[in-house]
């Protein structure tokens, strides 16, 4: 008989009240020292915008040839003639990597006939840390250099880390206030946090403009002397997890 009433107390202790609303989802949190007291838990993401100040630019720098050899060393010639432009614009040398090399034959098909009639060779350079403000003089004087492809320009910020961080503020205040609003809604009070939850992955802000060689005629803008770039705005985003304790009115 003992061991039936023990059973039947510890039952007793986890079958507590909760409140329901279909715009979140409530727990039941079976707890011995409080028998009373559920979970809700709710999402909440915010954004912030900030101005990109620096940028990152992908270059390529594509010769031809007769002979491989020659080709090889007139892109090599090419190459350092843009790393000698960029350092002596003030970019640091650790800003500046080659990230991509290949180098194929040029073939005449006419007639259908296979002809081999030179080399192309192409090197990429990614350069990061561009200032914006500085990034128009630097294209167009790249492309005088020799740089006679621009692969893409992602736009980034160097204050991220304290948007992100404002971003992830207004999260917790979002997460509160629409907490406090369906607690409300099913008759319960809210109590405090007991479990928060950072969601979103933490990388630093960026878009691409893949698309420059349509907005921008490079070869135009080397000979008036000017590009002109309109960064816009990026999206600093913080998405959270907050779980509360919830109690019943009394």
């Known amino acids: 008989m003992k061991k039936m009433i023990i059973a039947a107390a510890a039952a007793a202790m986890l079958t507590l009240s909760a409140c329901n609303n279909s715009d ?5 949190v079976p707890s011995a020292a409080e028998p009373d007291v559920s979970t ?5 993401s915010e954004k912030v915008n900030v101005v990109p100040d620096i940028a990152e630019v992908v270059y390529s720098v594509q010769t031809e040839g007769t002979d491989a050899a020659g080709c090889q060393q007139q892109n090599t010639q090419d190459v350092n003639k843009v790393v000698e432009l960029l350092t002596s614009l003030g970019v640091e040398e650790g800003s ?3 990230t991509g090399y290949y180098m194929n034959p040029r073939y005449d098909w006419s007639n259908d006939t296979r002809k081999l009639i030179g080399y192309e060779a192409t090197t990429t350079l990614t350069v990061s840390d561009l200032l914006i403000d500085r990034l128009g003089d630097i294209l167009t004087q790249s492309v005088n250099a020799g740089i006679n492809n621009i692969q893409s320009i992602s736009y980034l910020s160097s204050k991220y880390d304290e948007s992100y961080q404002e971003a992830l503020r207004l999260s917790i205040e979002a997460a509160r206030t629409k907490a406090e609003a369906m607690a409300a809604a099913a008759g319960c009070q809210l109590g405090d946090i007991t479990d928060l939850r950072e969601q979103s992955s933490y990388s630093q802000a960026r878009y691409t403009d893949n698309s420059l060689m349509e907005k921008t ?3 135009a803008a080397a000979d008036t002397g000017s590009v002109t770039i309109m960064p816009g ?10 779980e509360y304790q919830l109690f019943p009115n009394s």
């Open 24 to 28: 979140g989802t409530i727990a039941v």
């Open 40 to 44: 809700i838990t709710v999402n909440s």
């Open 96 to 98: 500046i990597q080659t």
């Open 217 to 219: 005629n490079l070869s």
């Open 233 to 242: 705005e990026l999206e600093v985003e913080a998405l959270i997890t907050v």
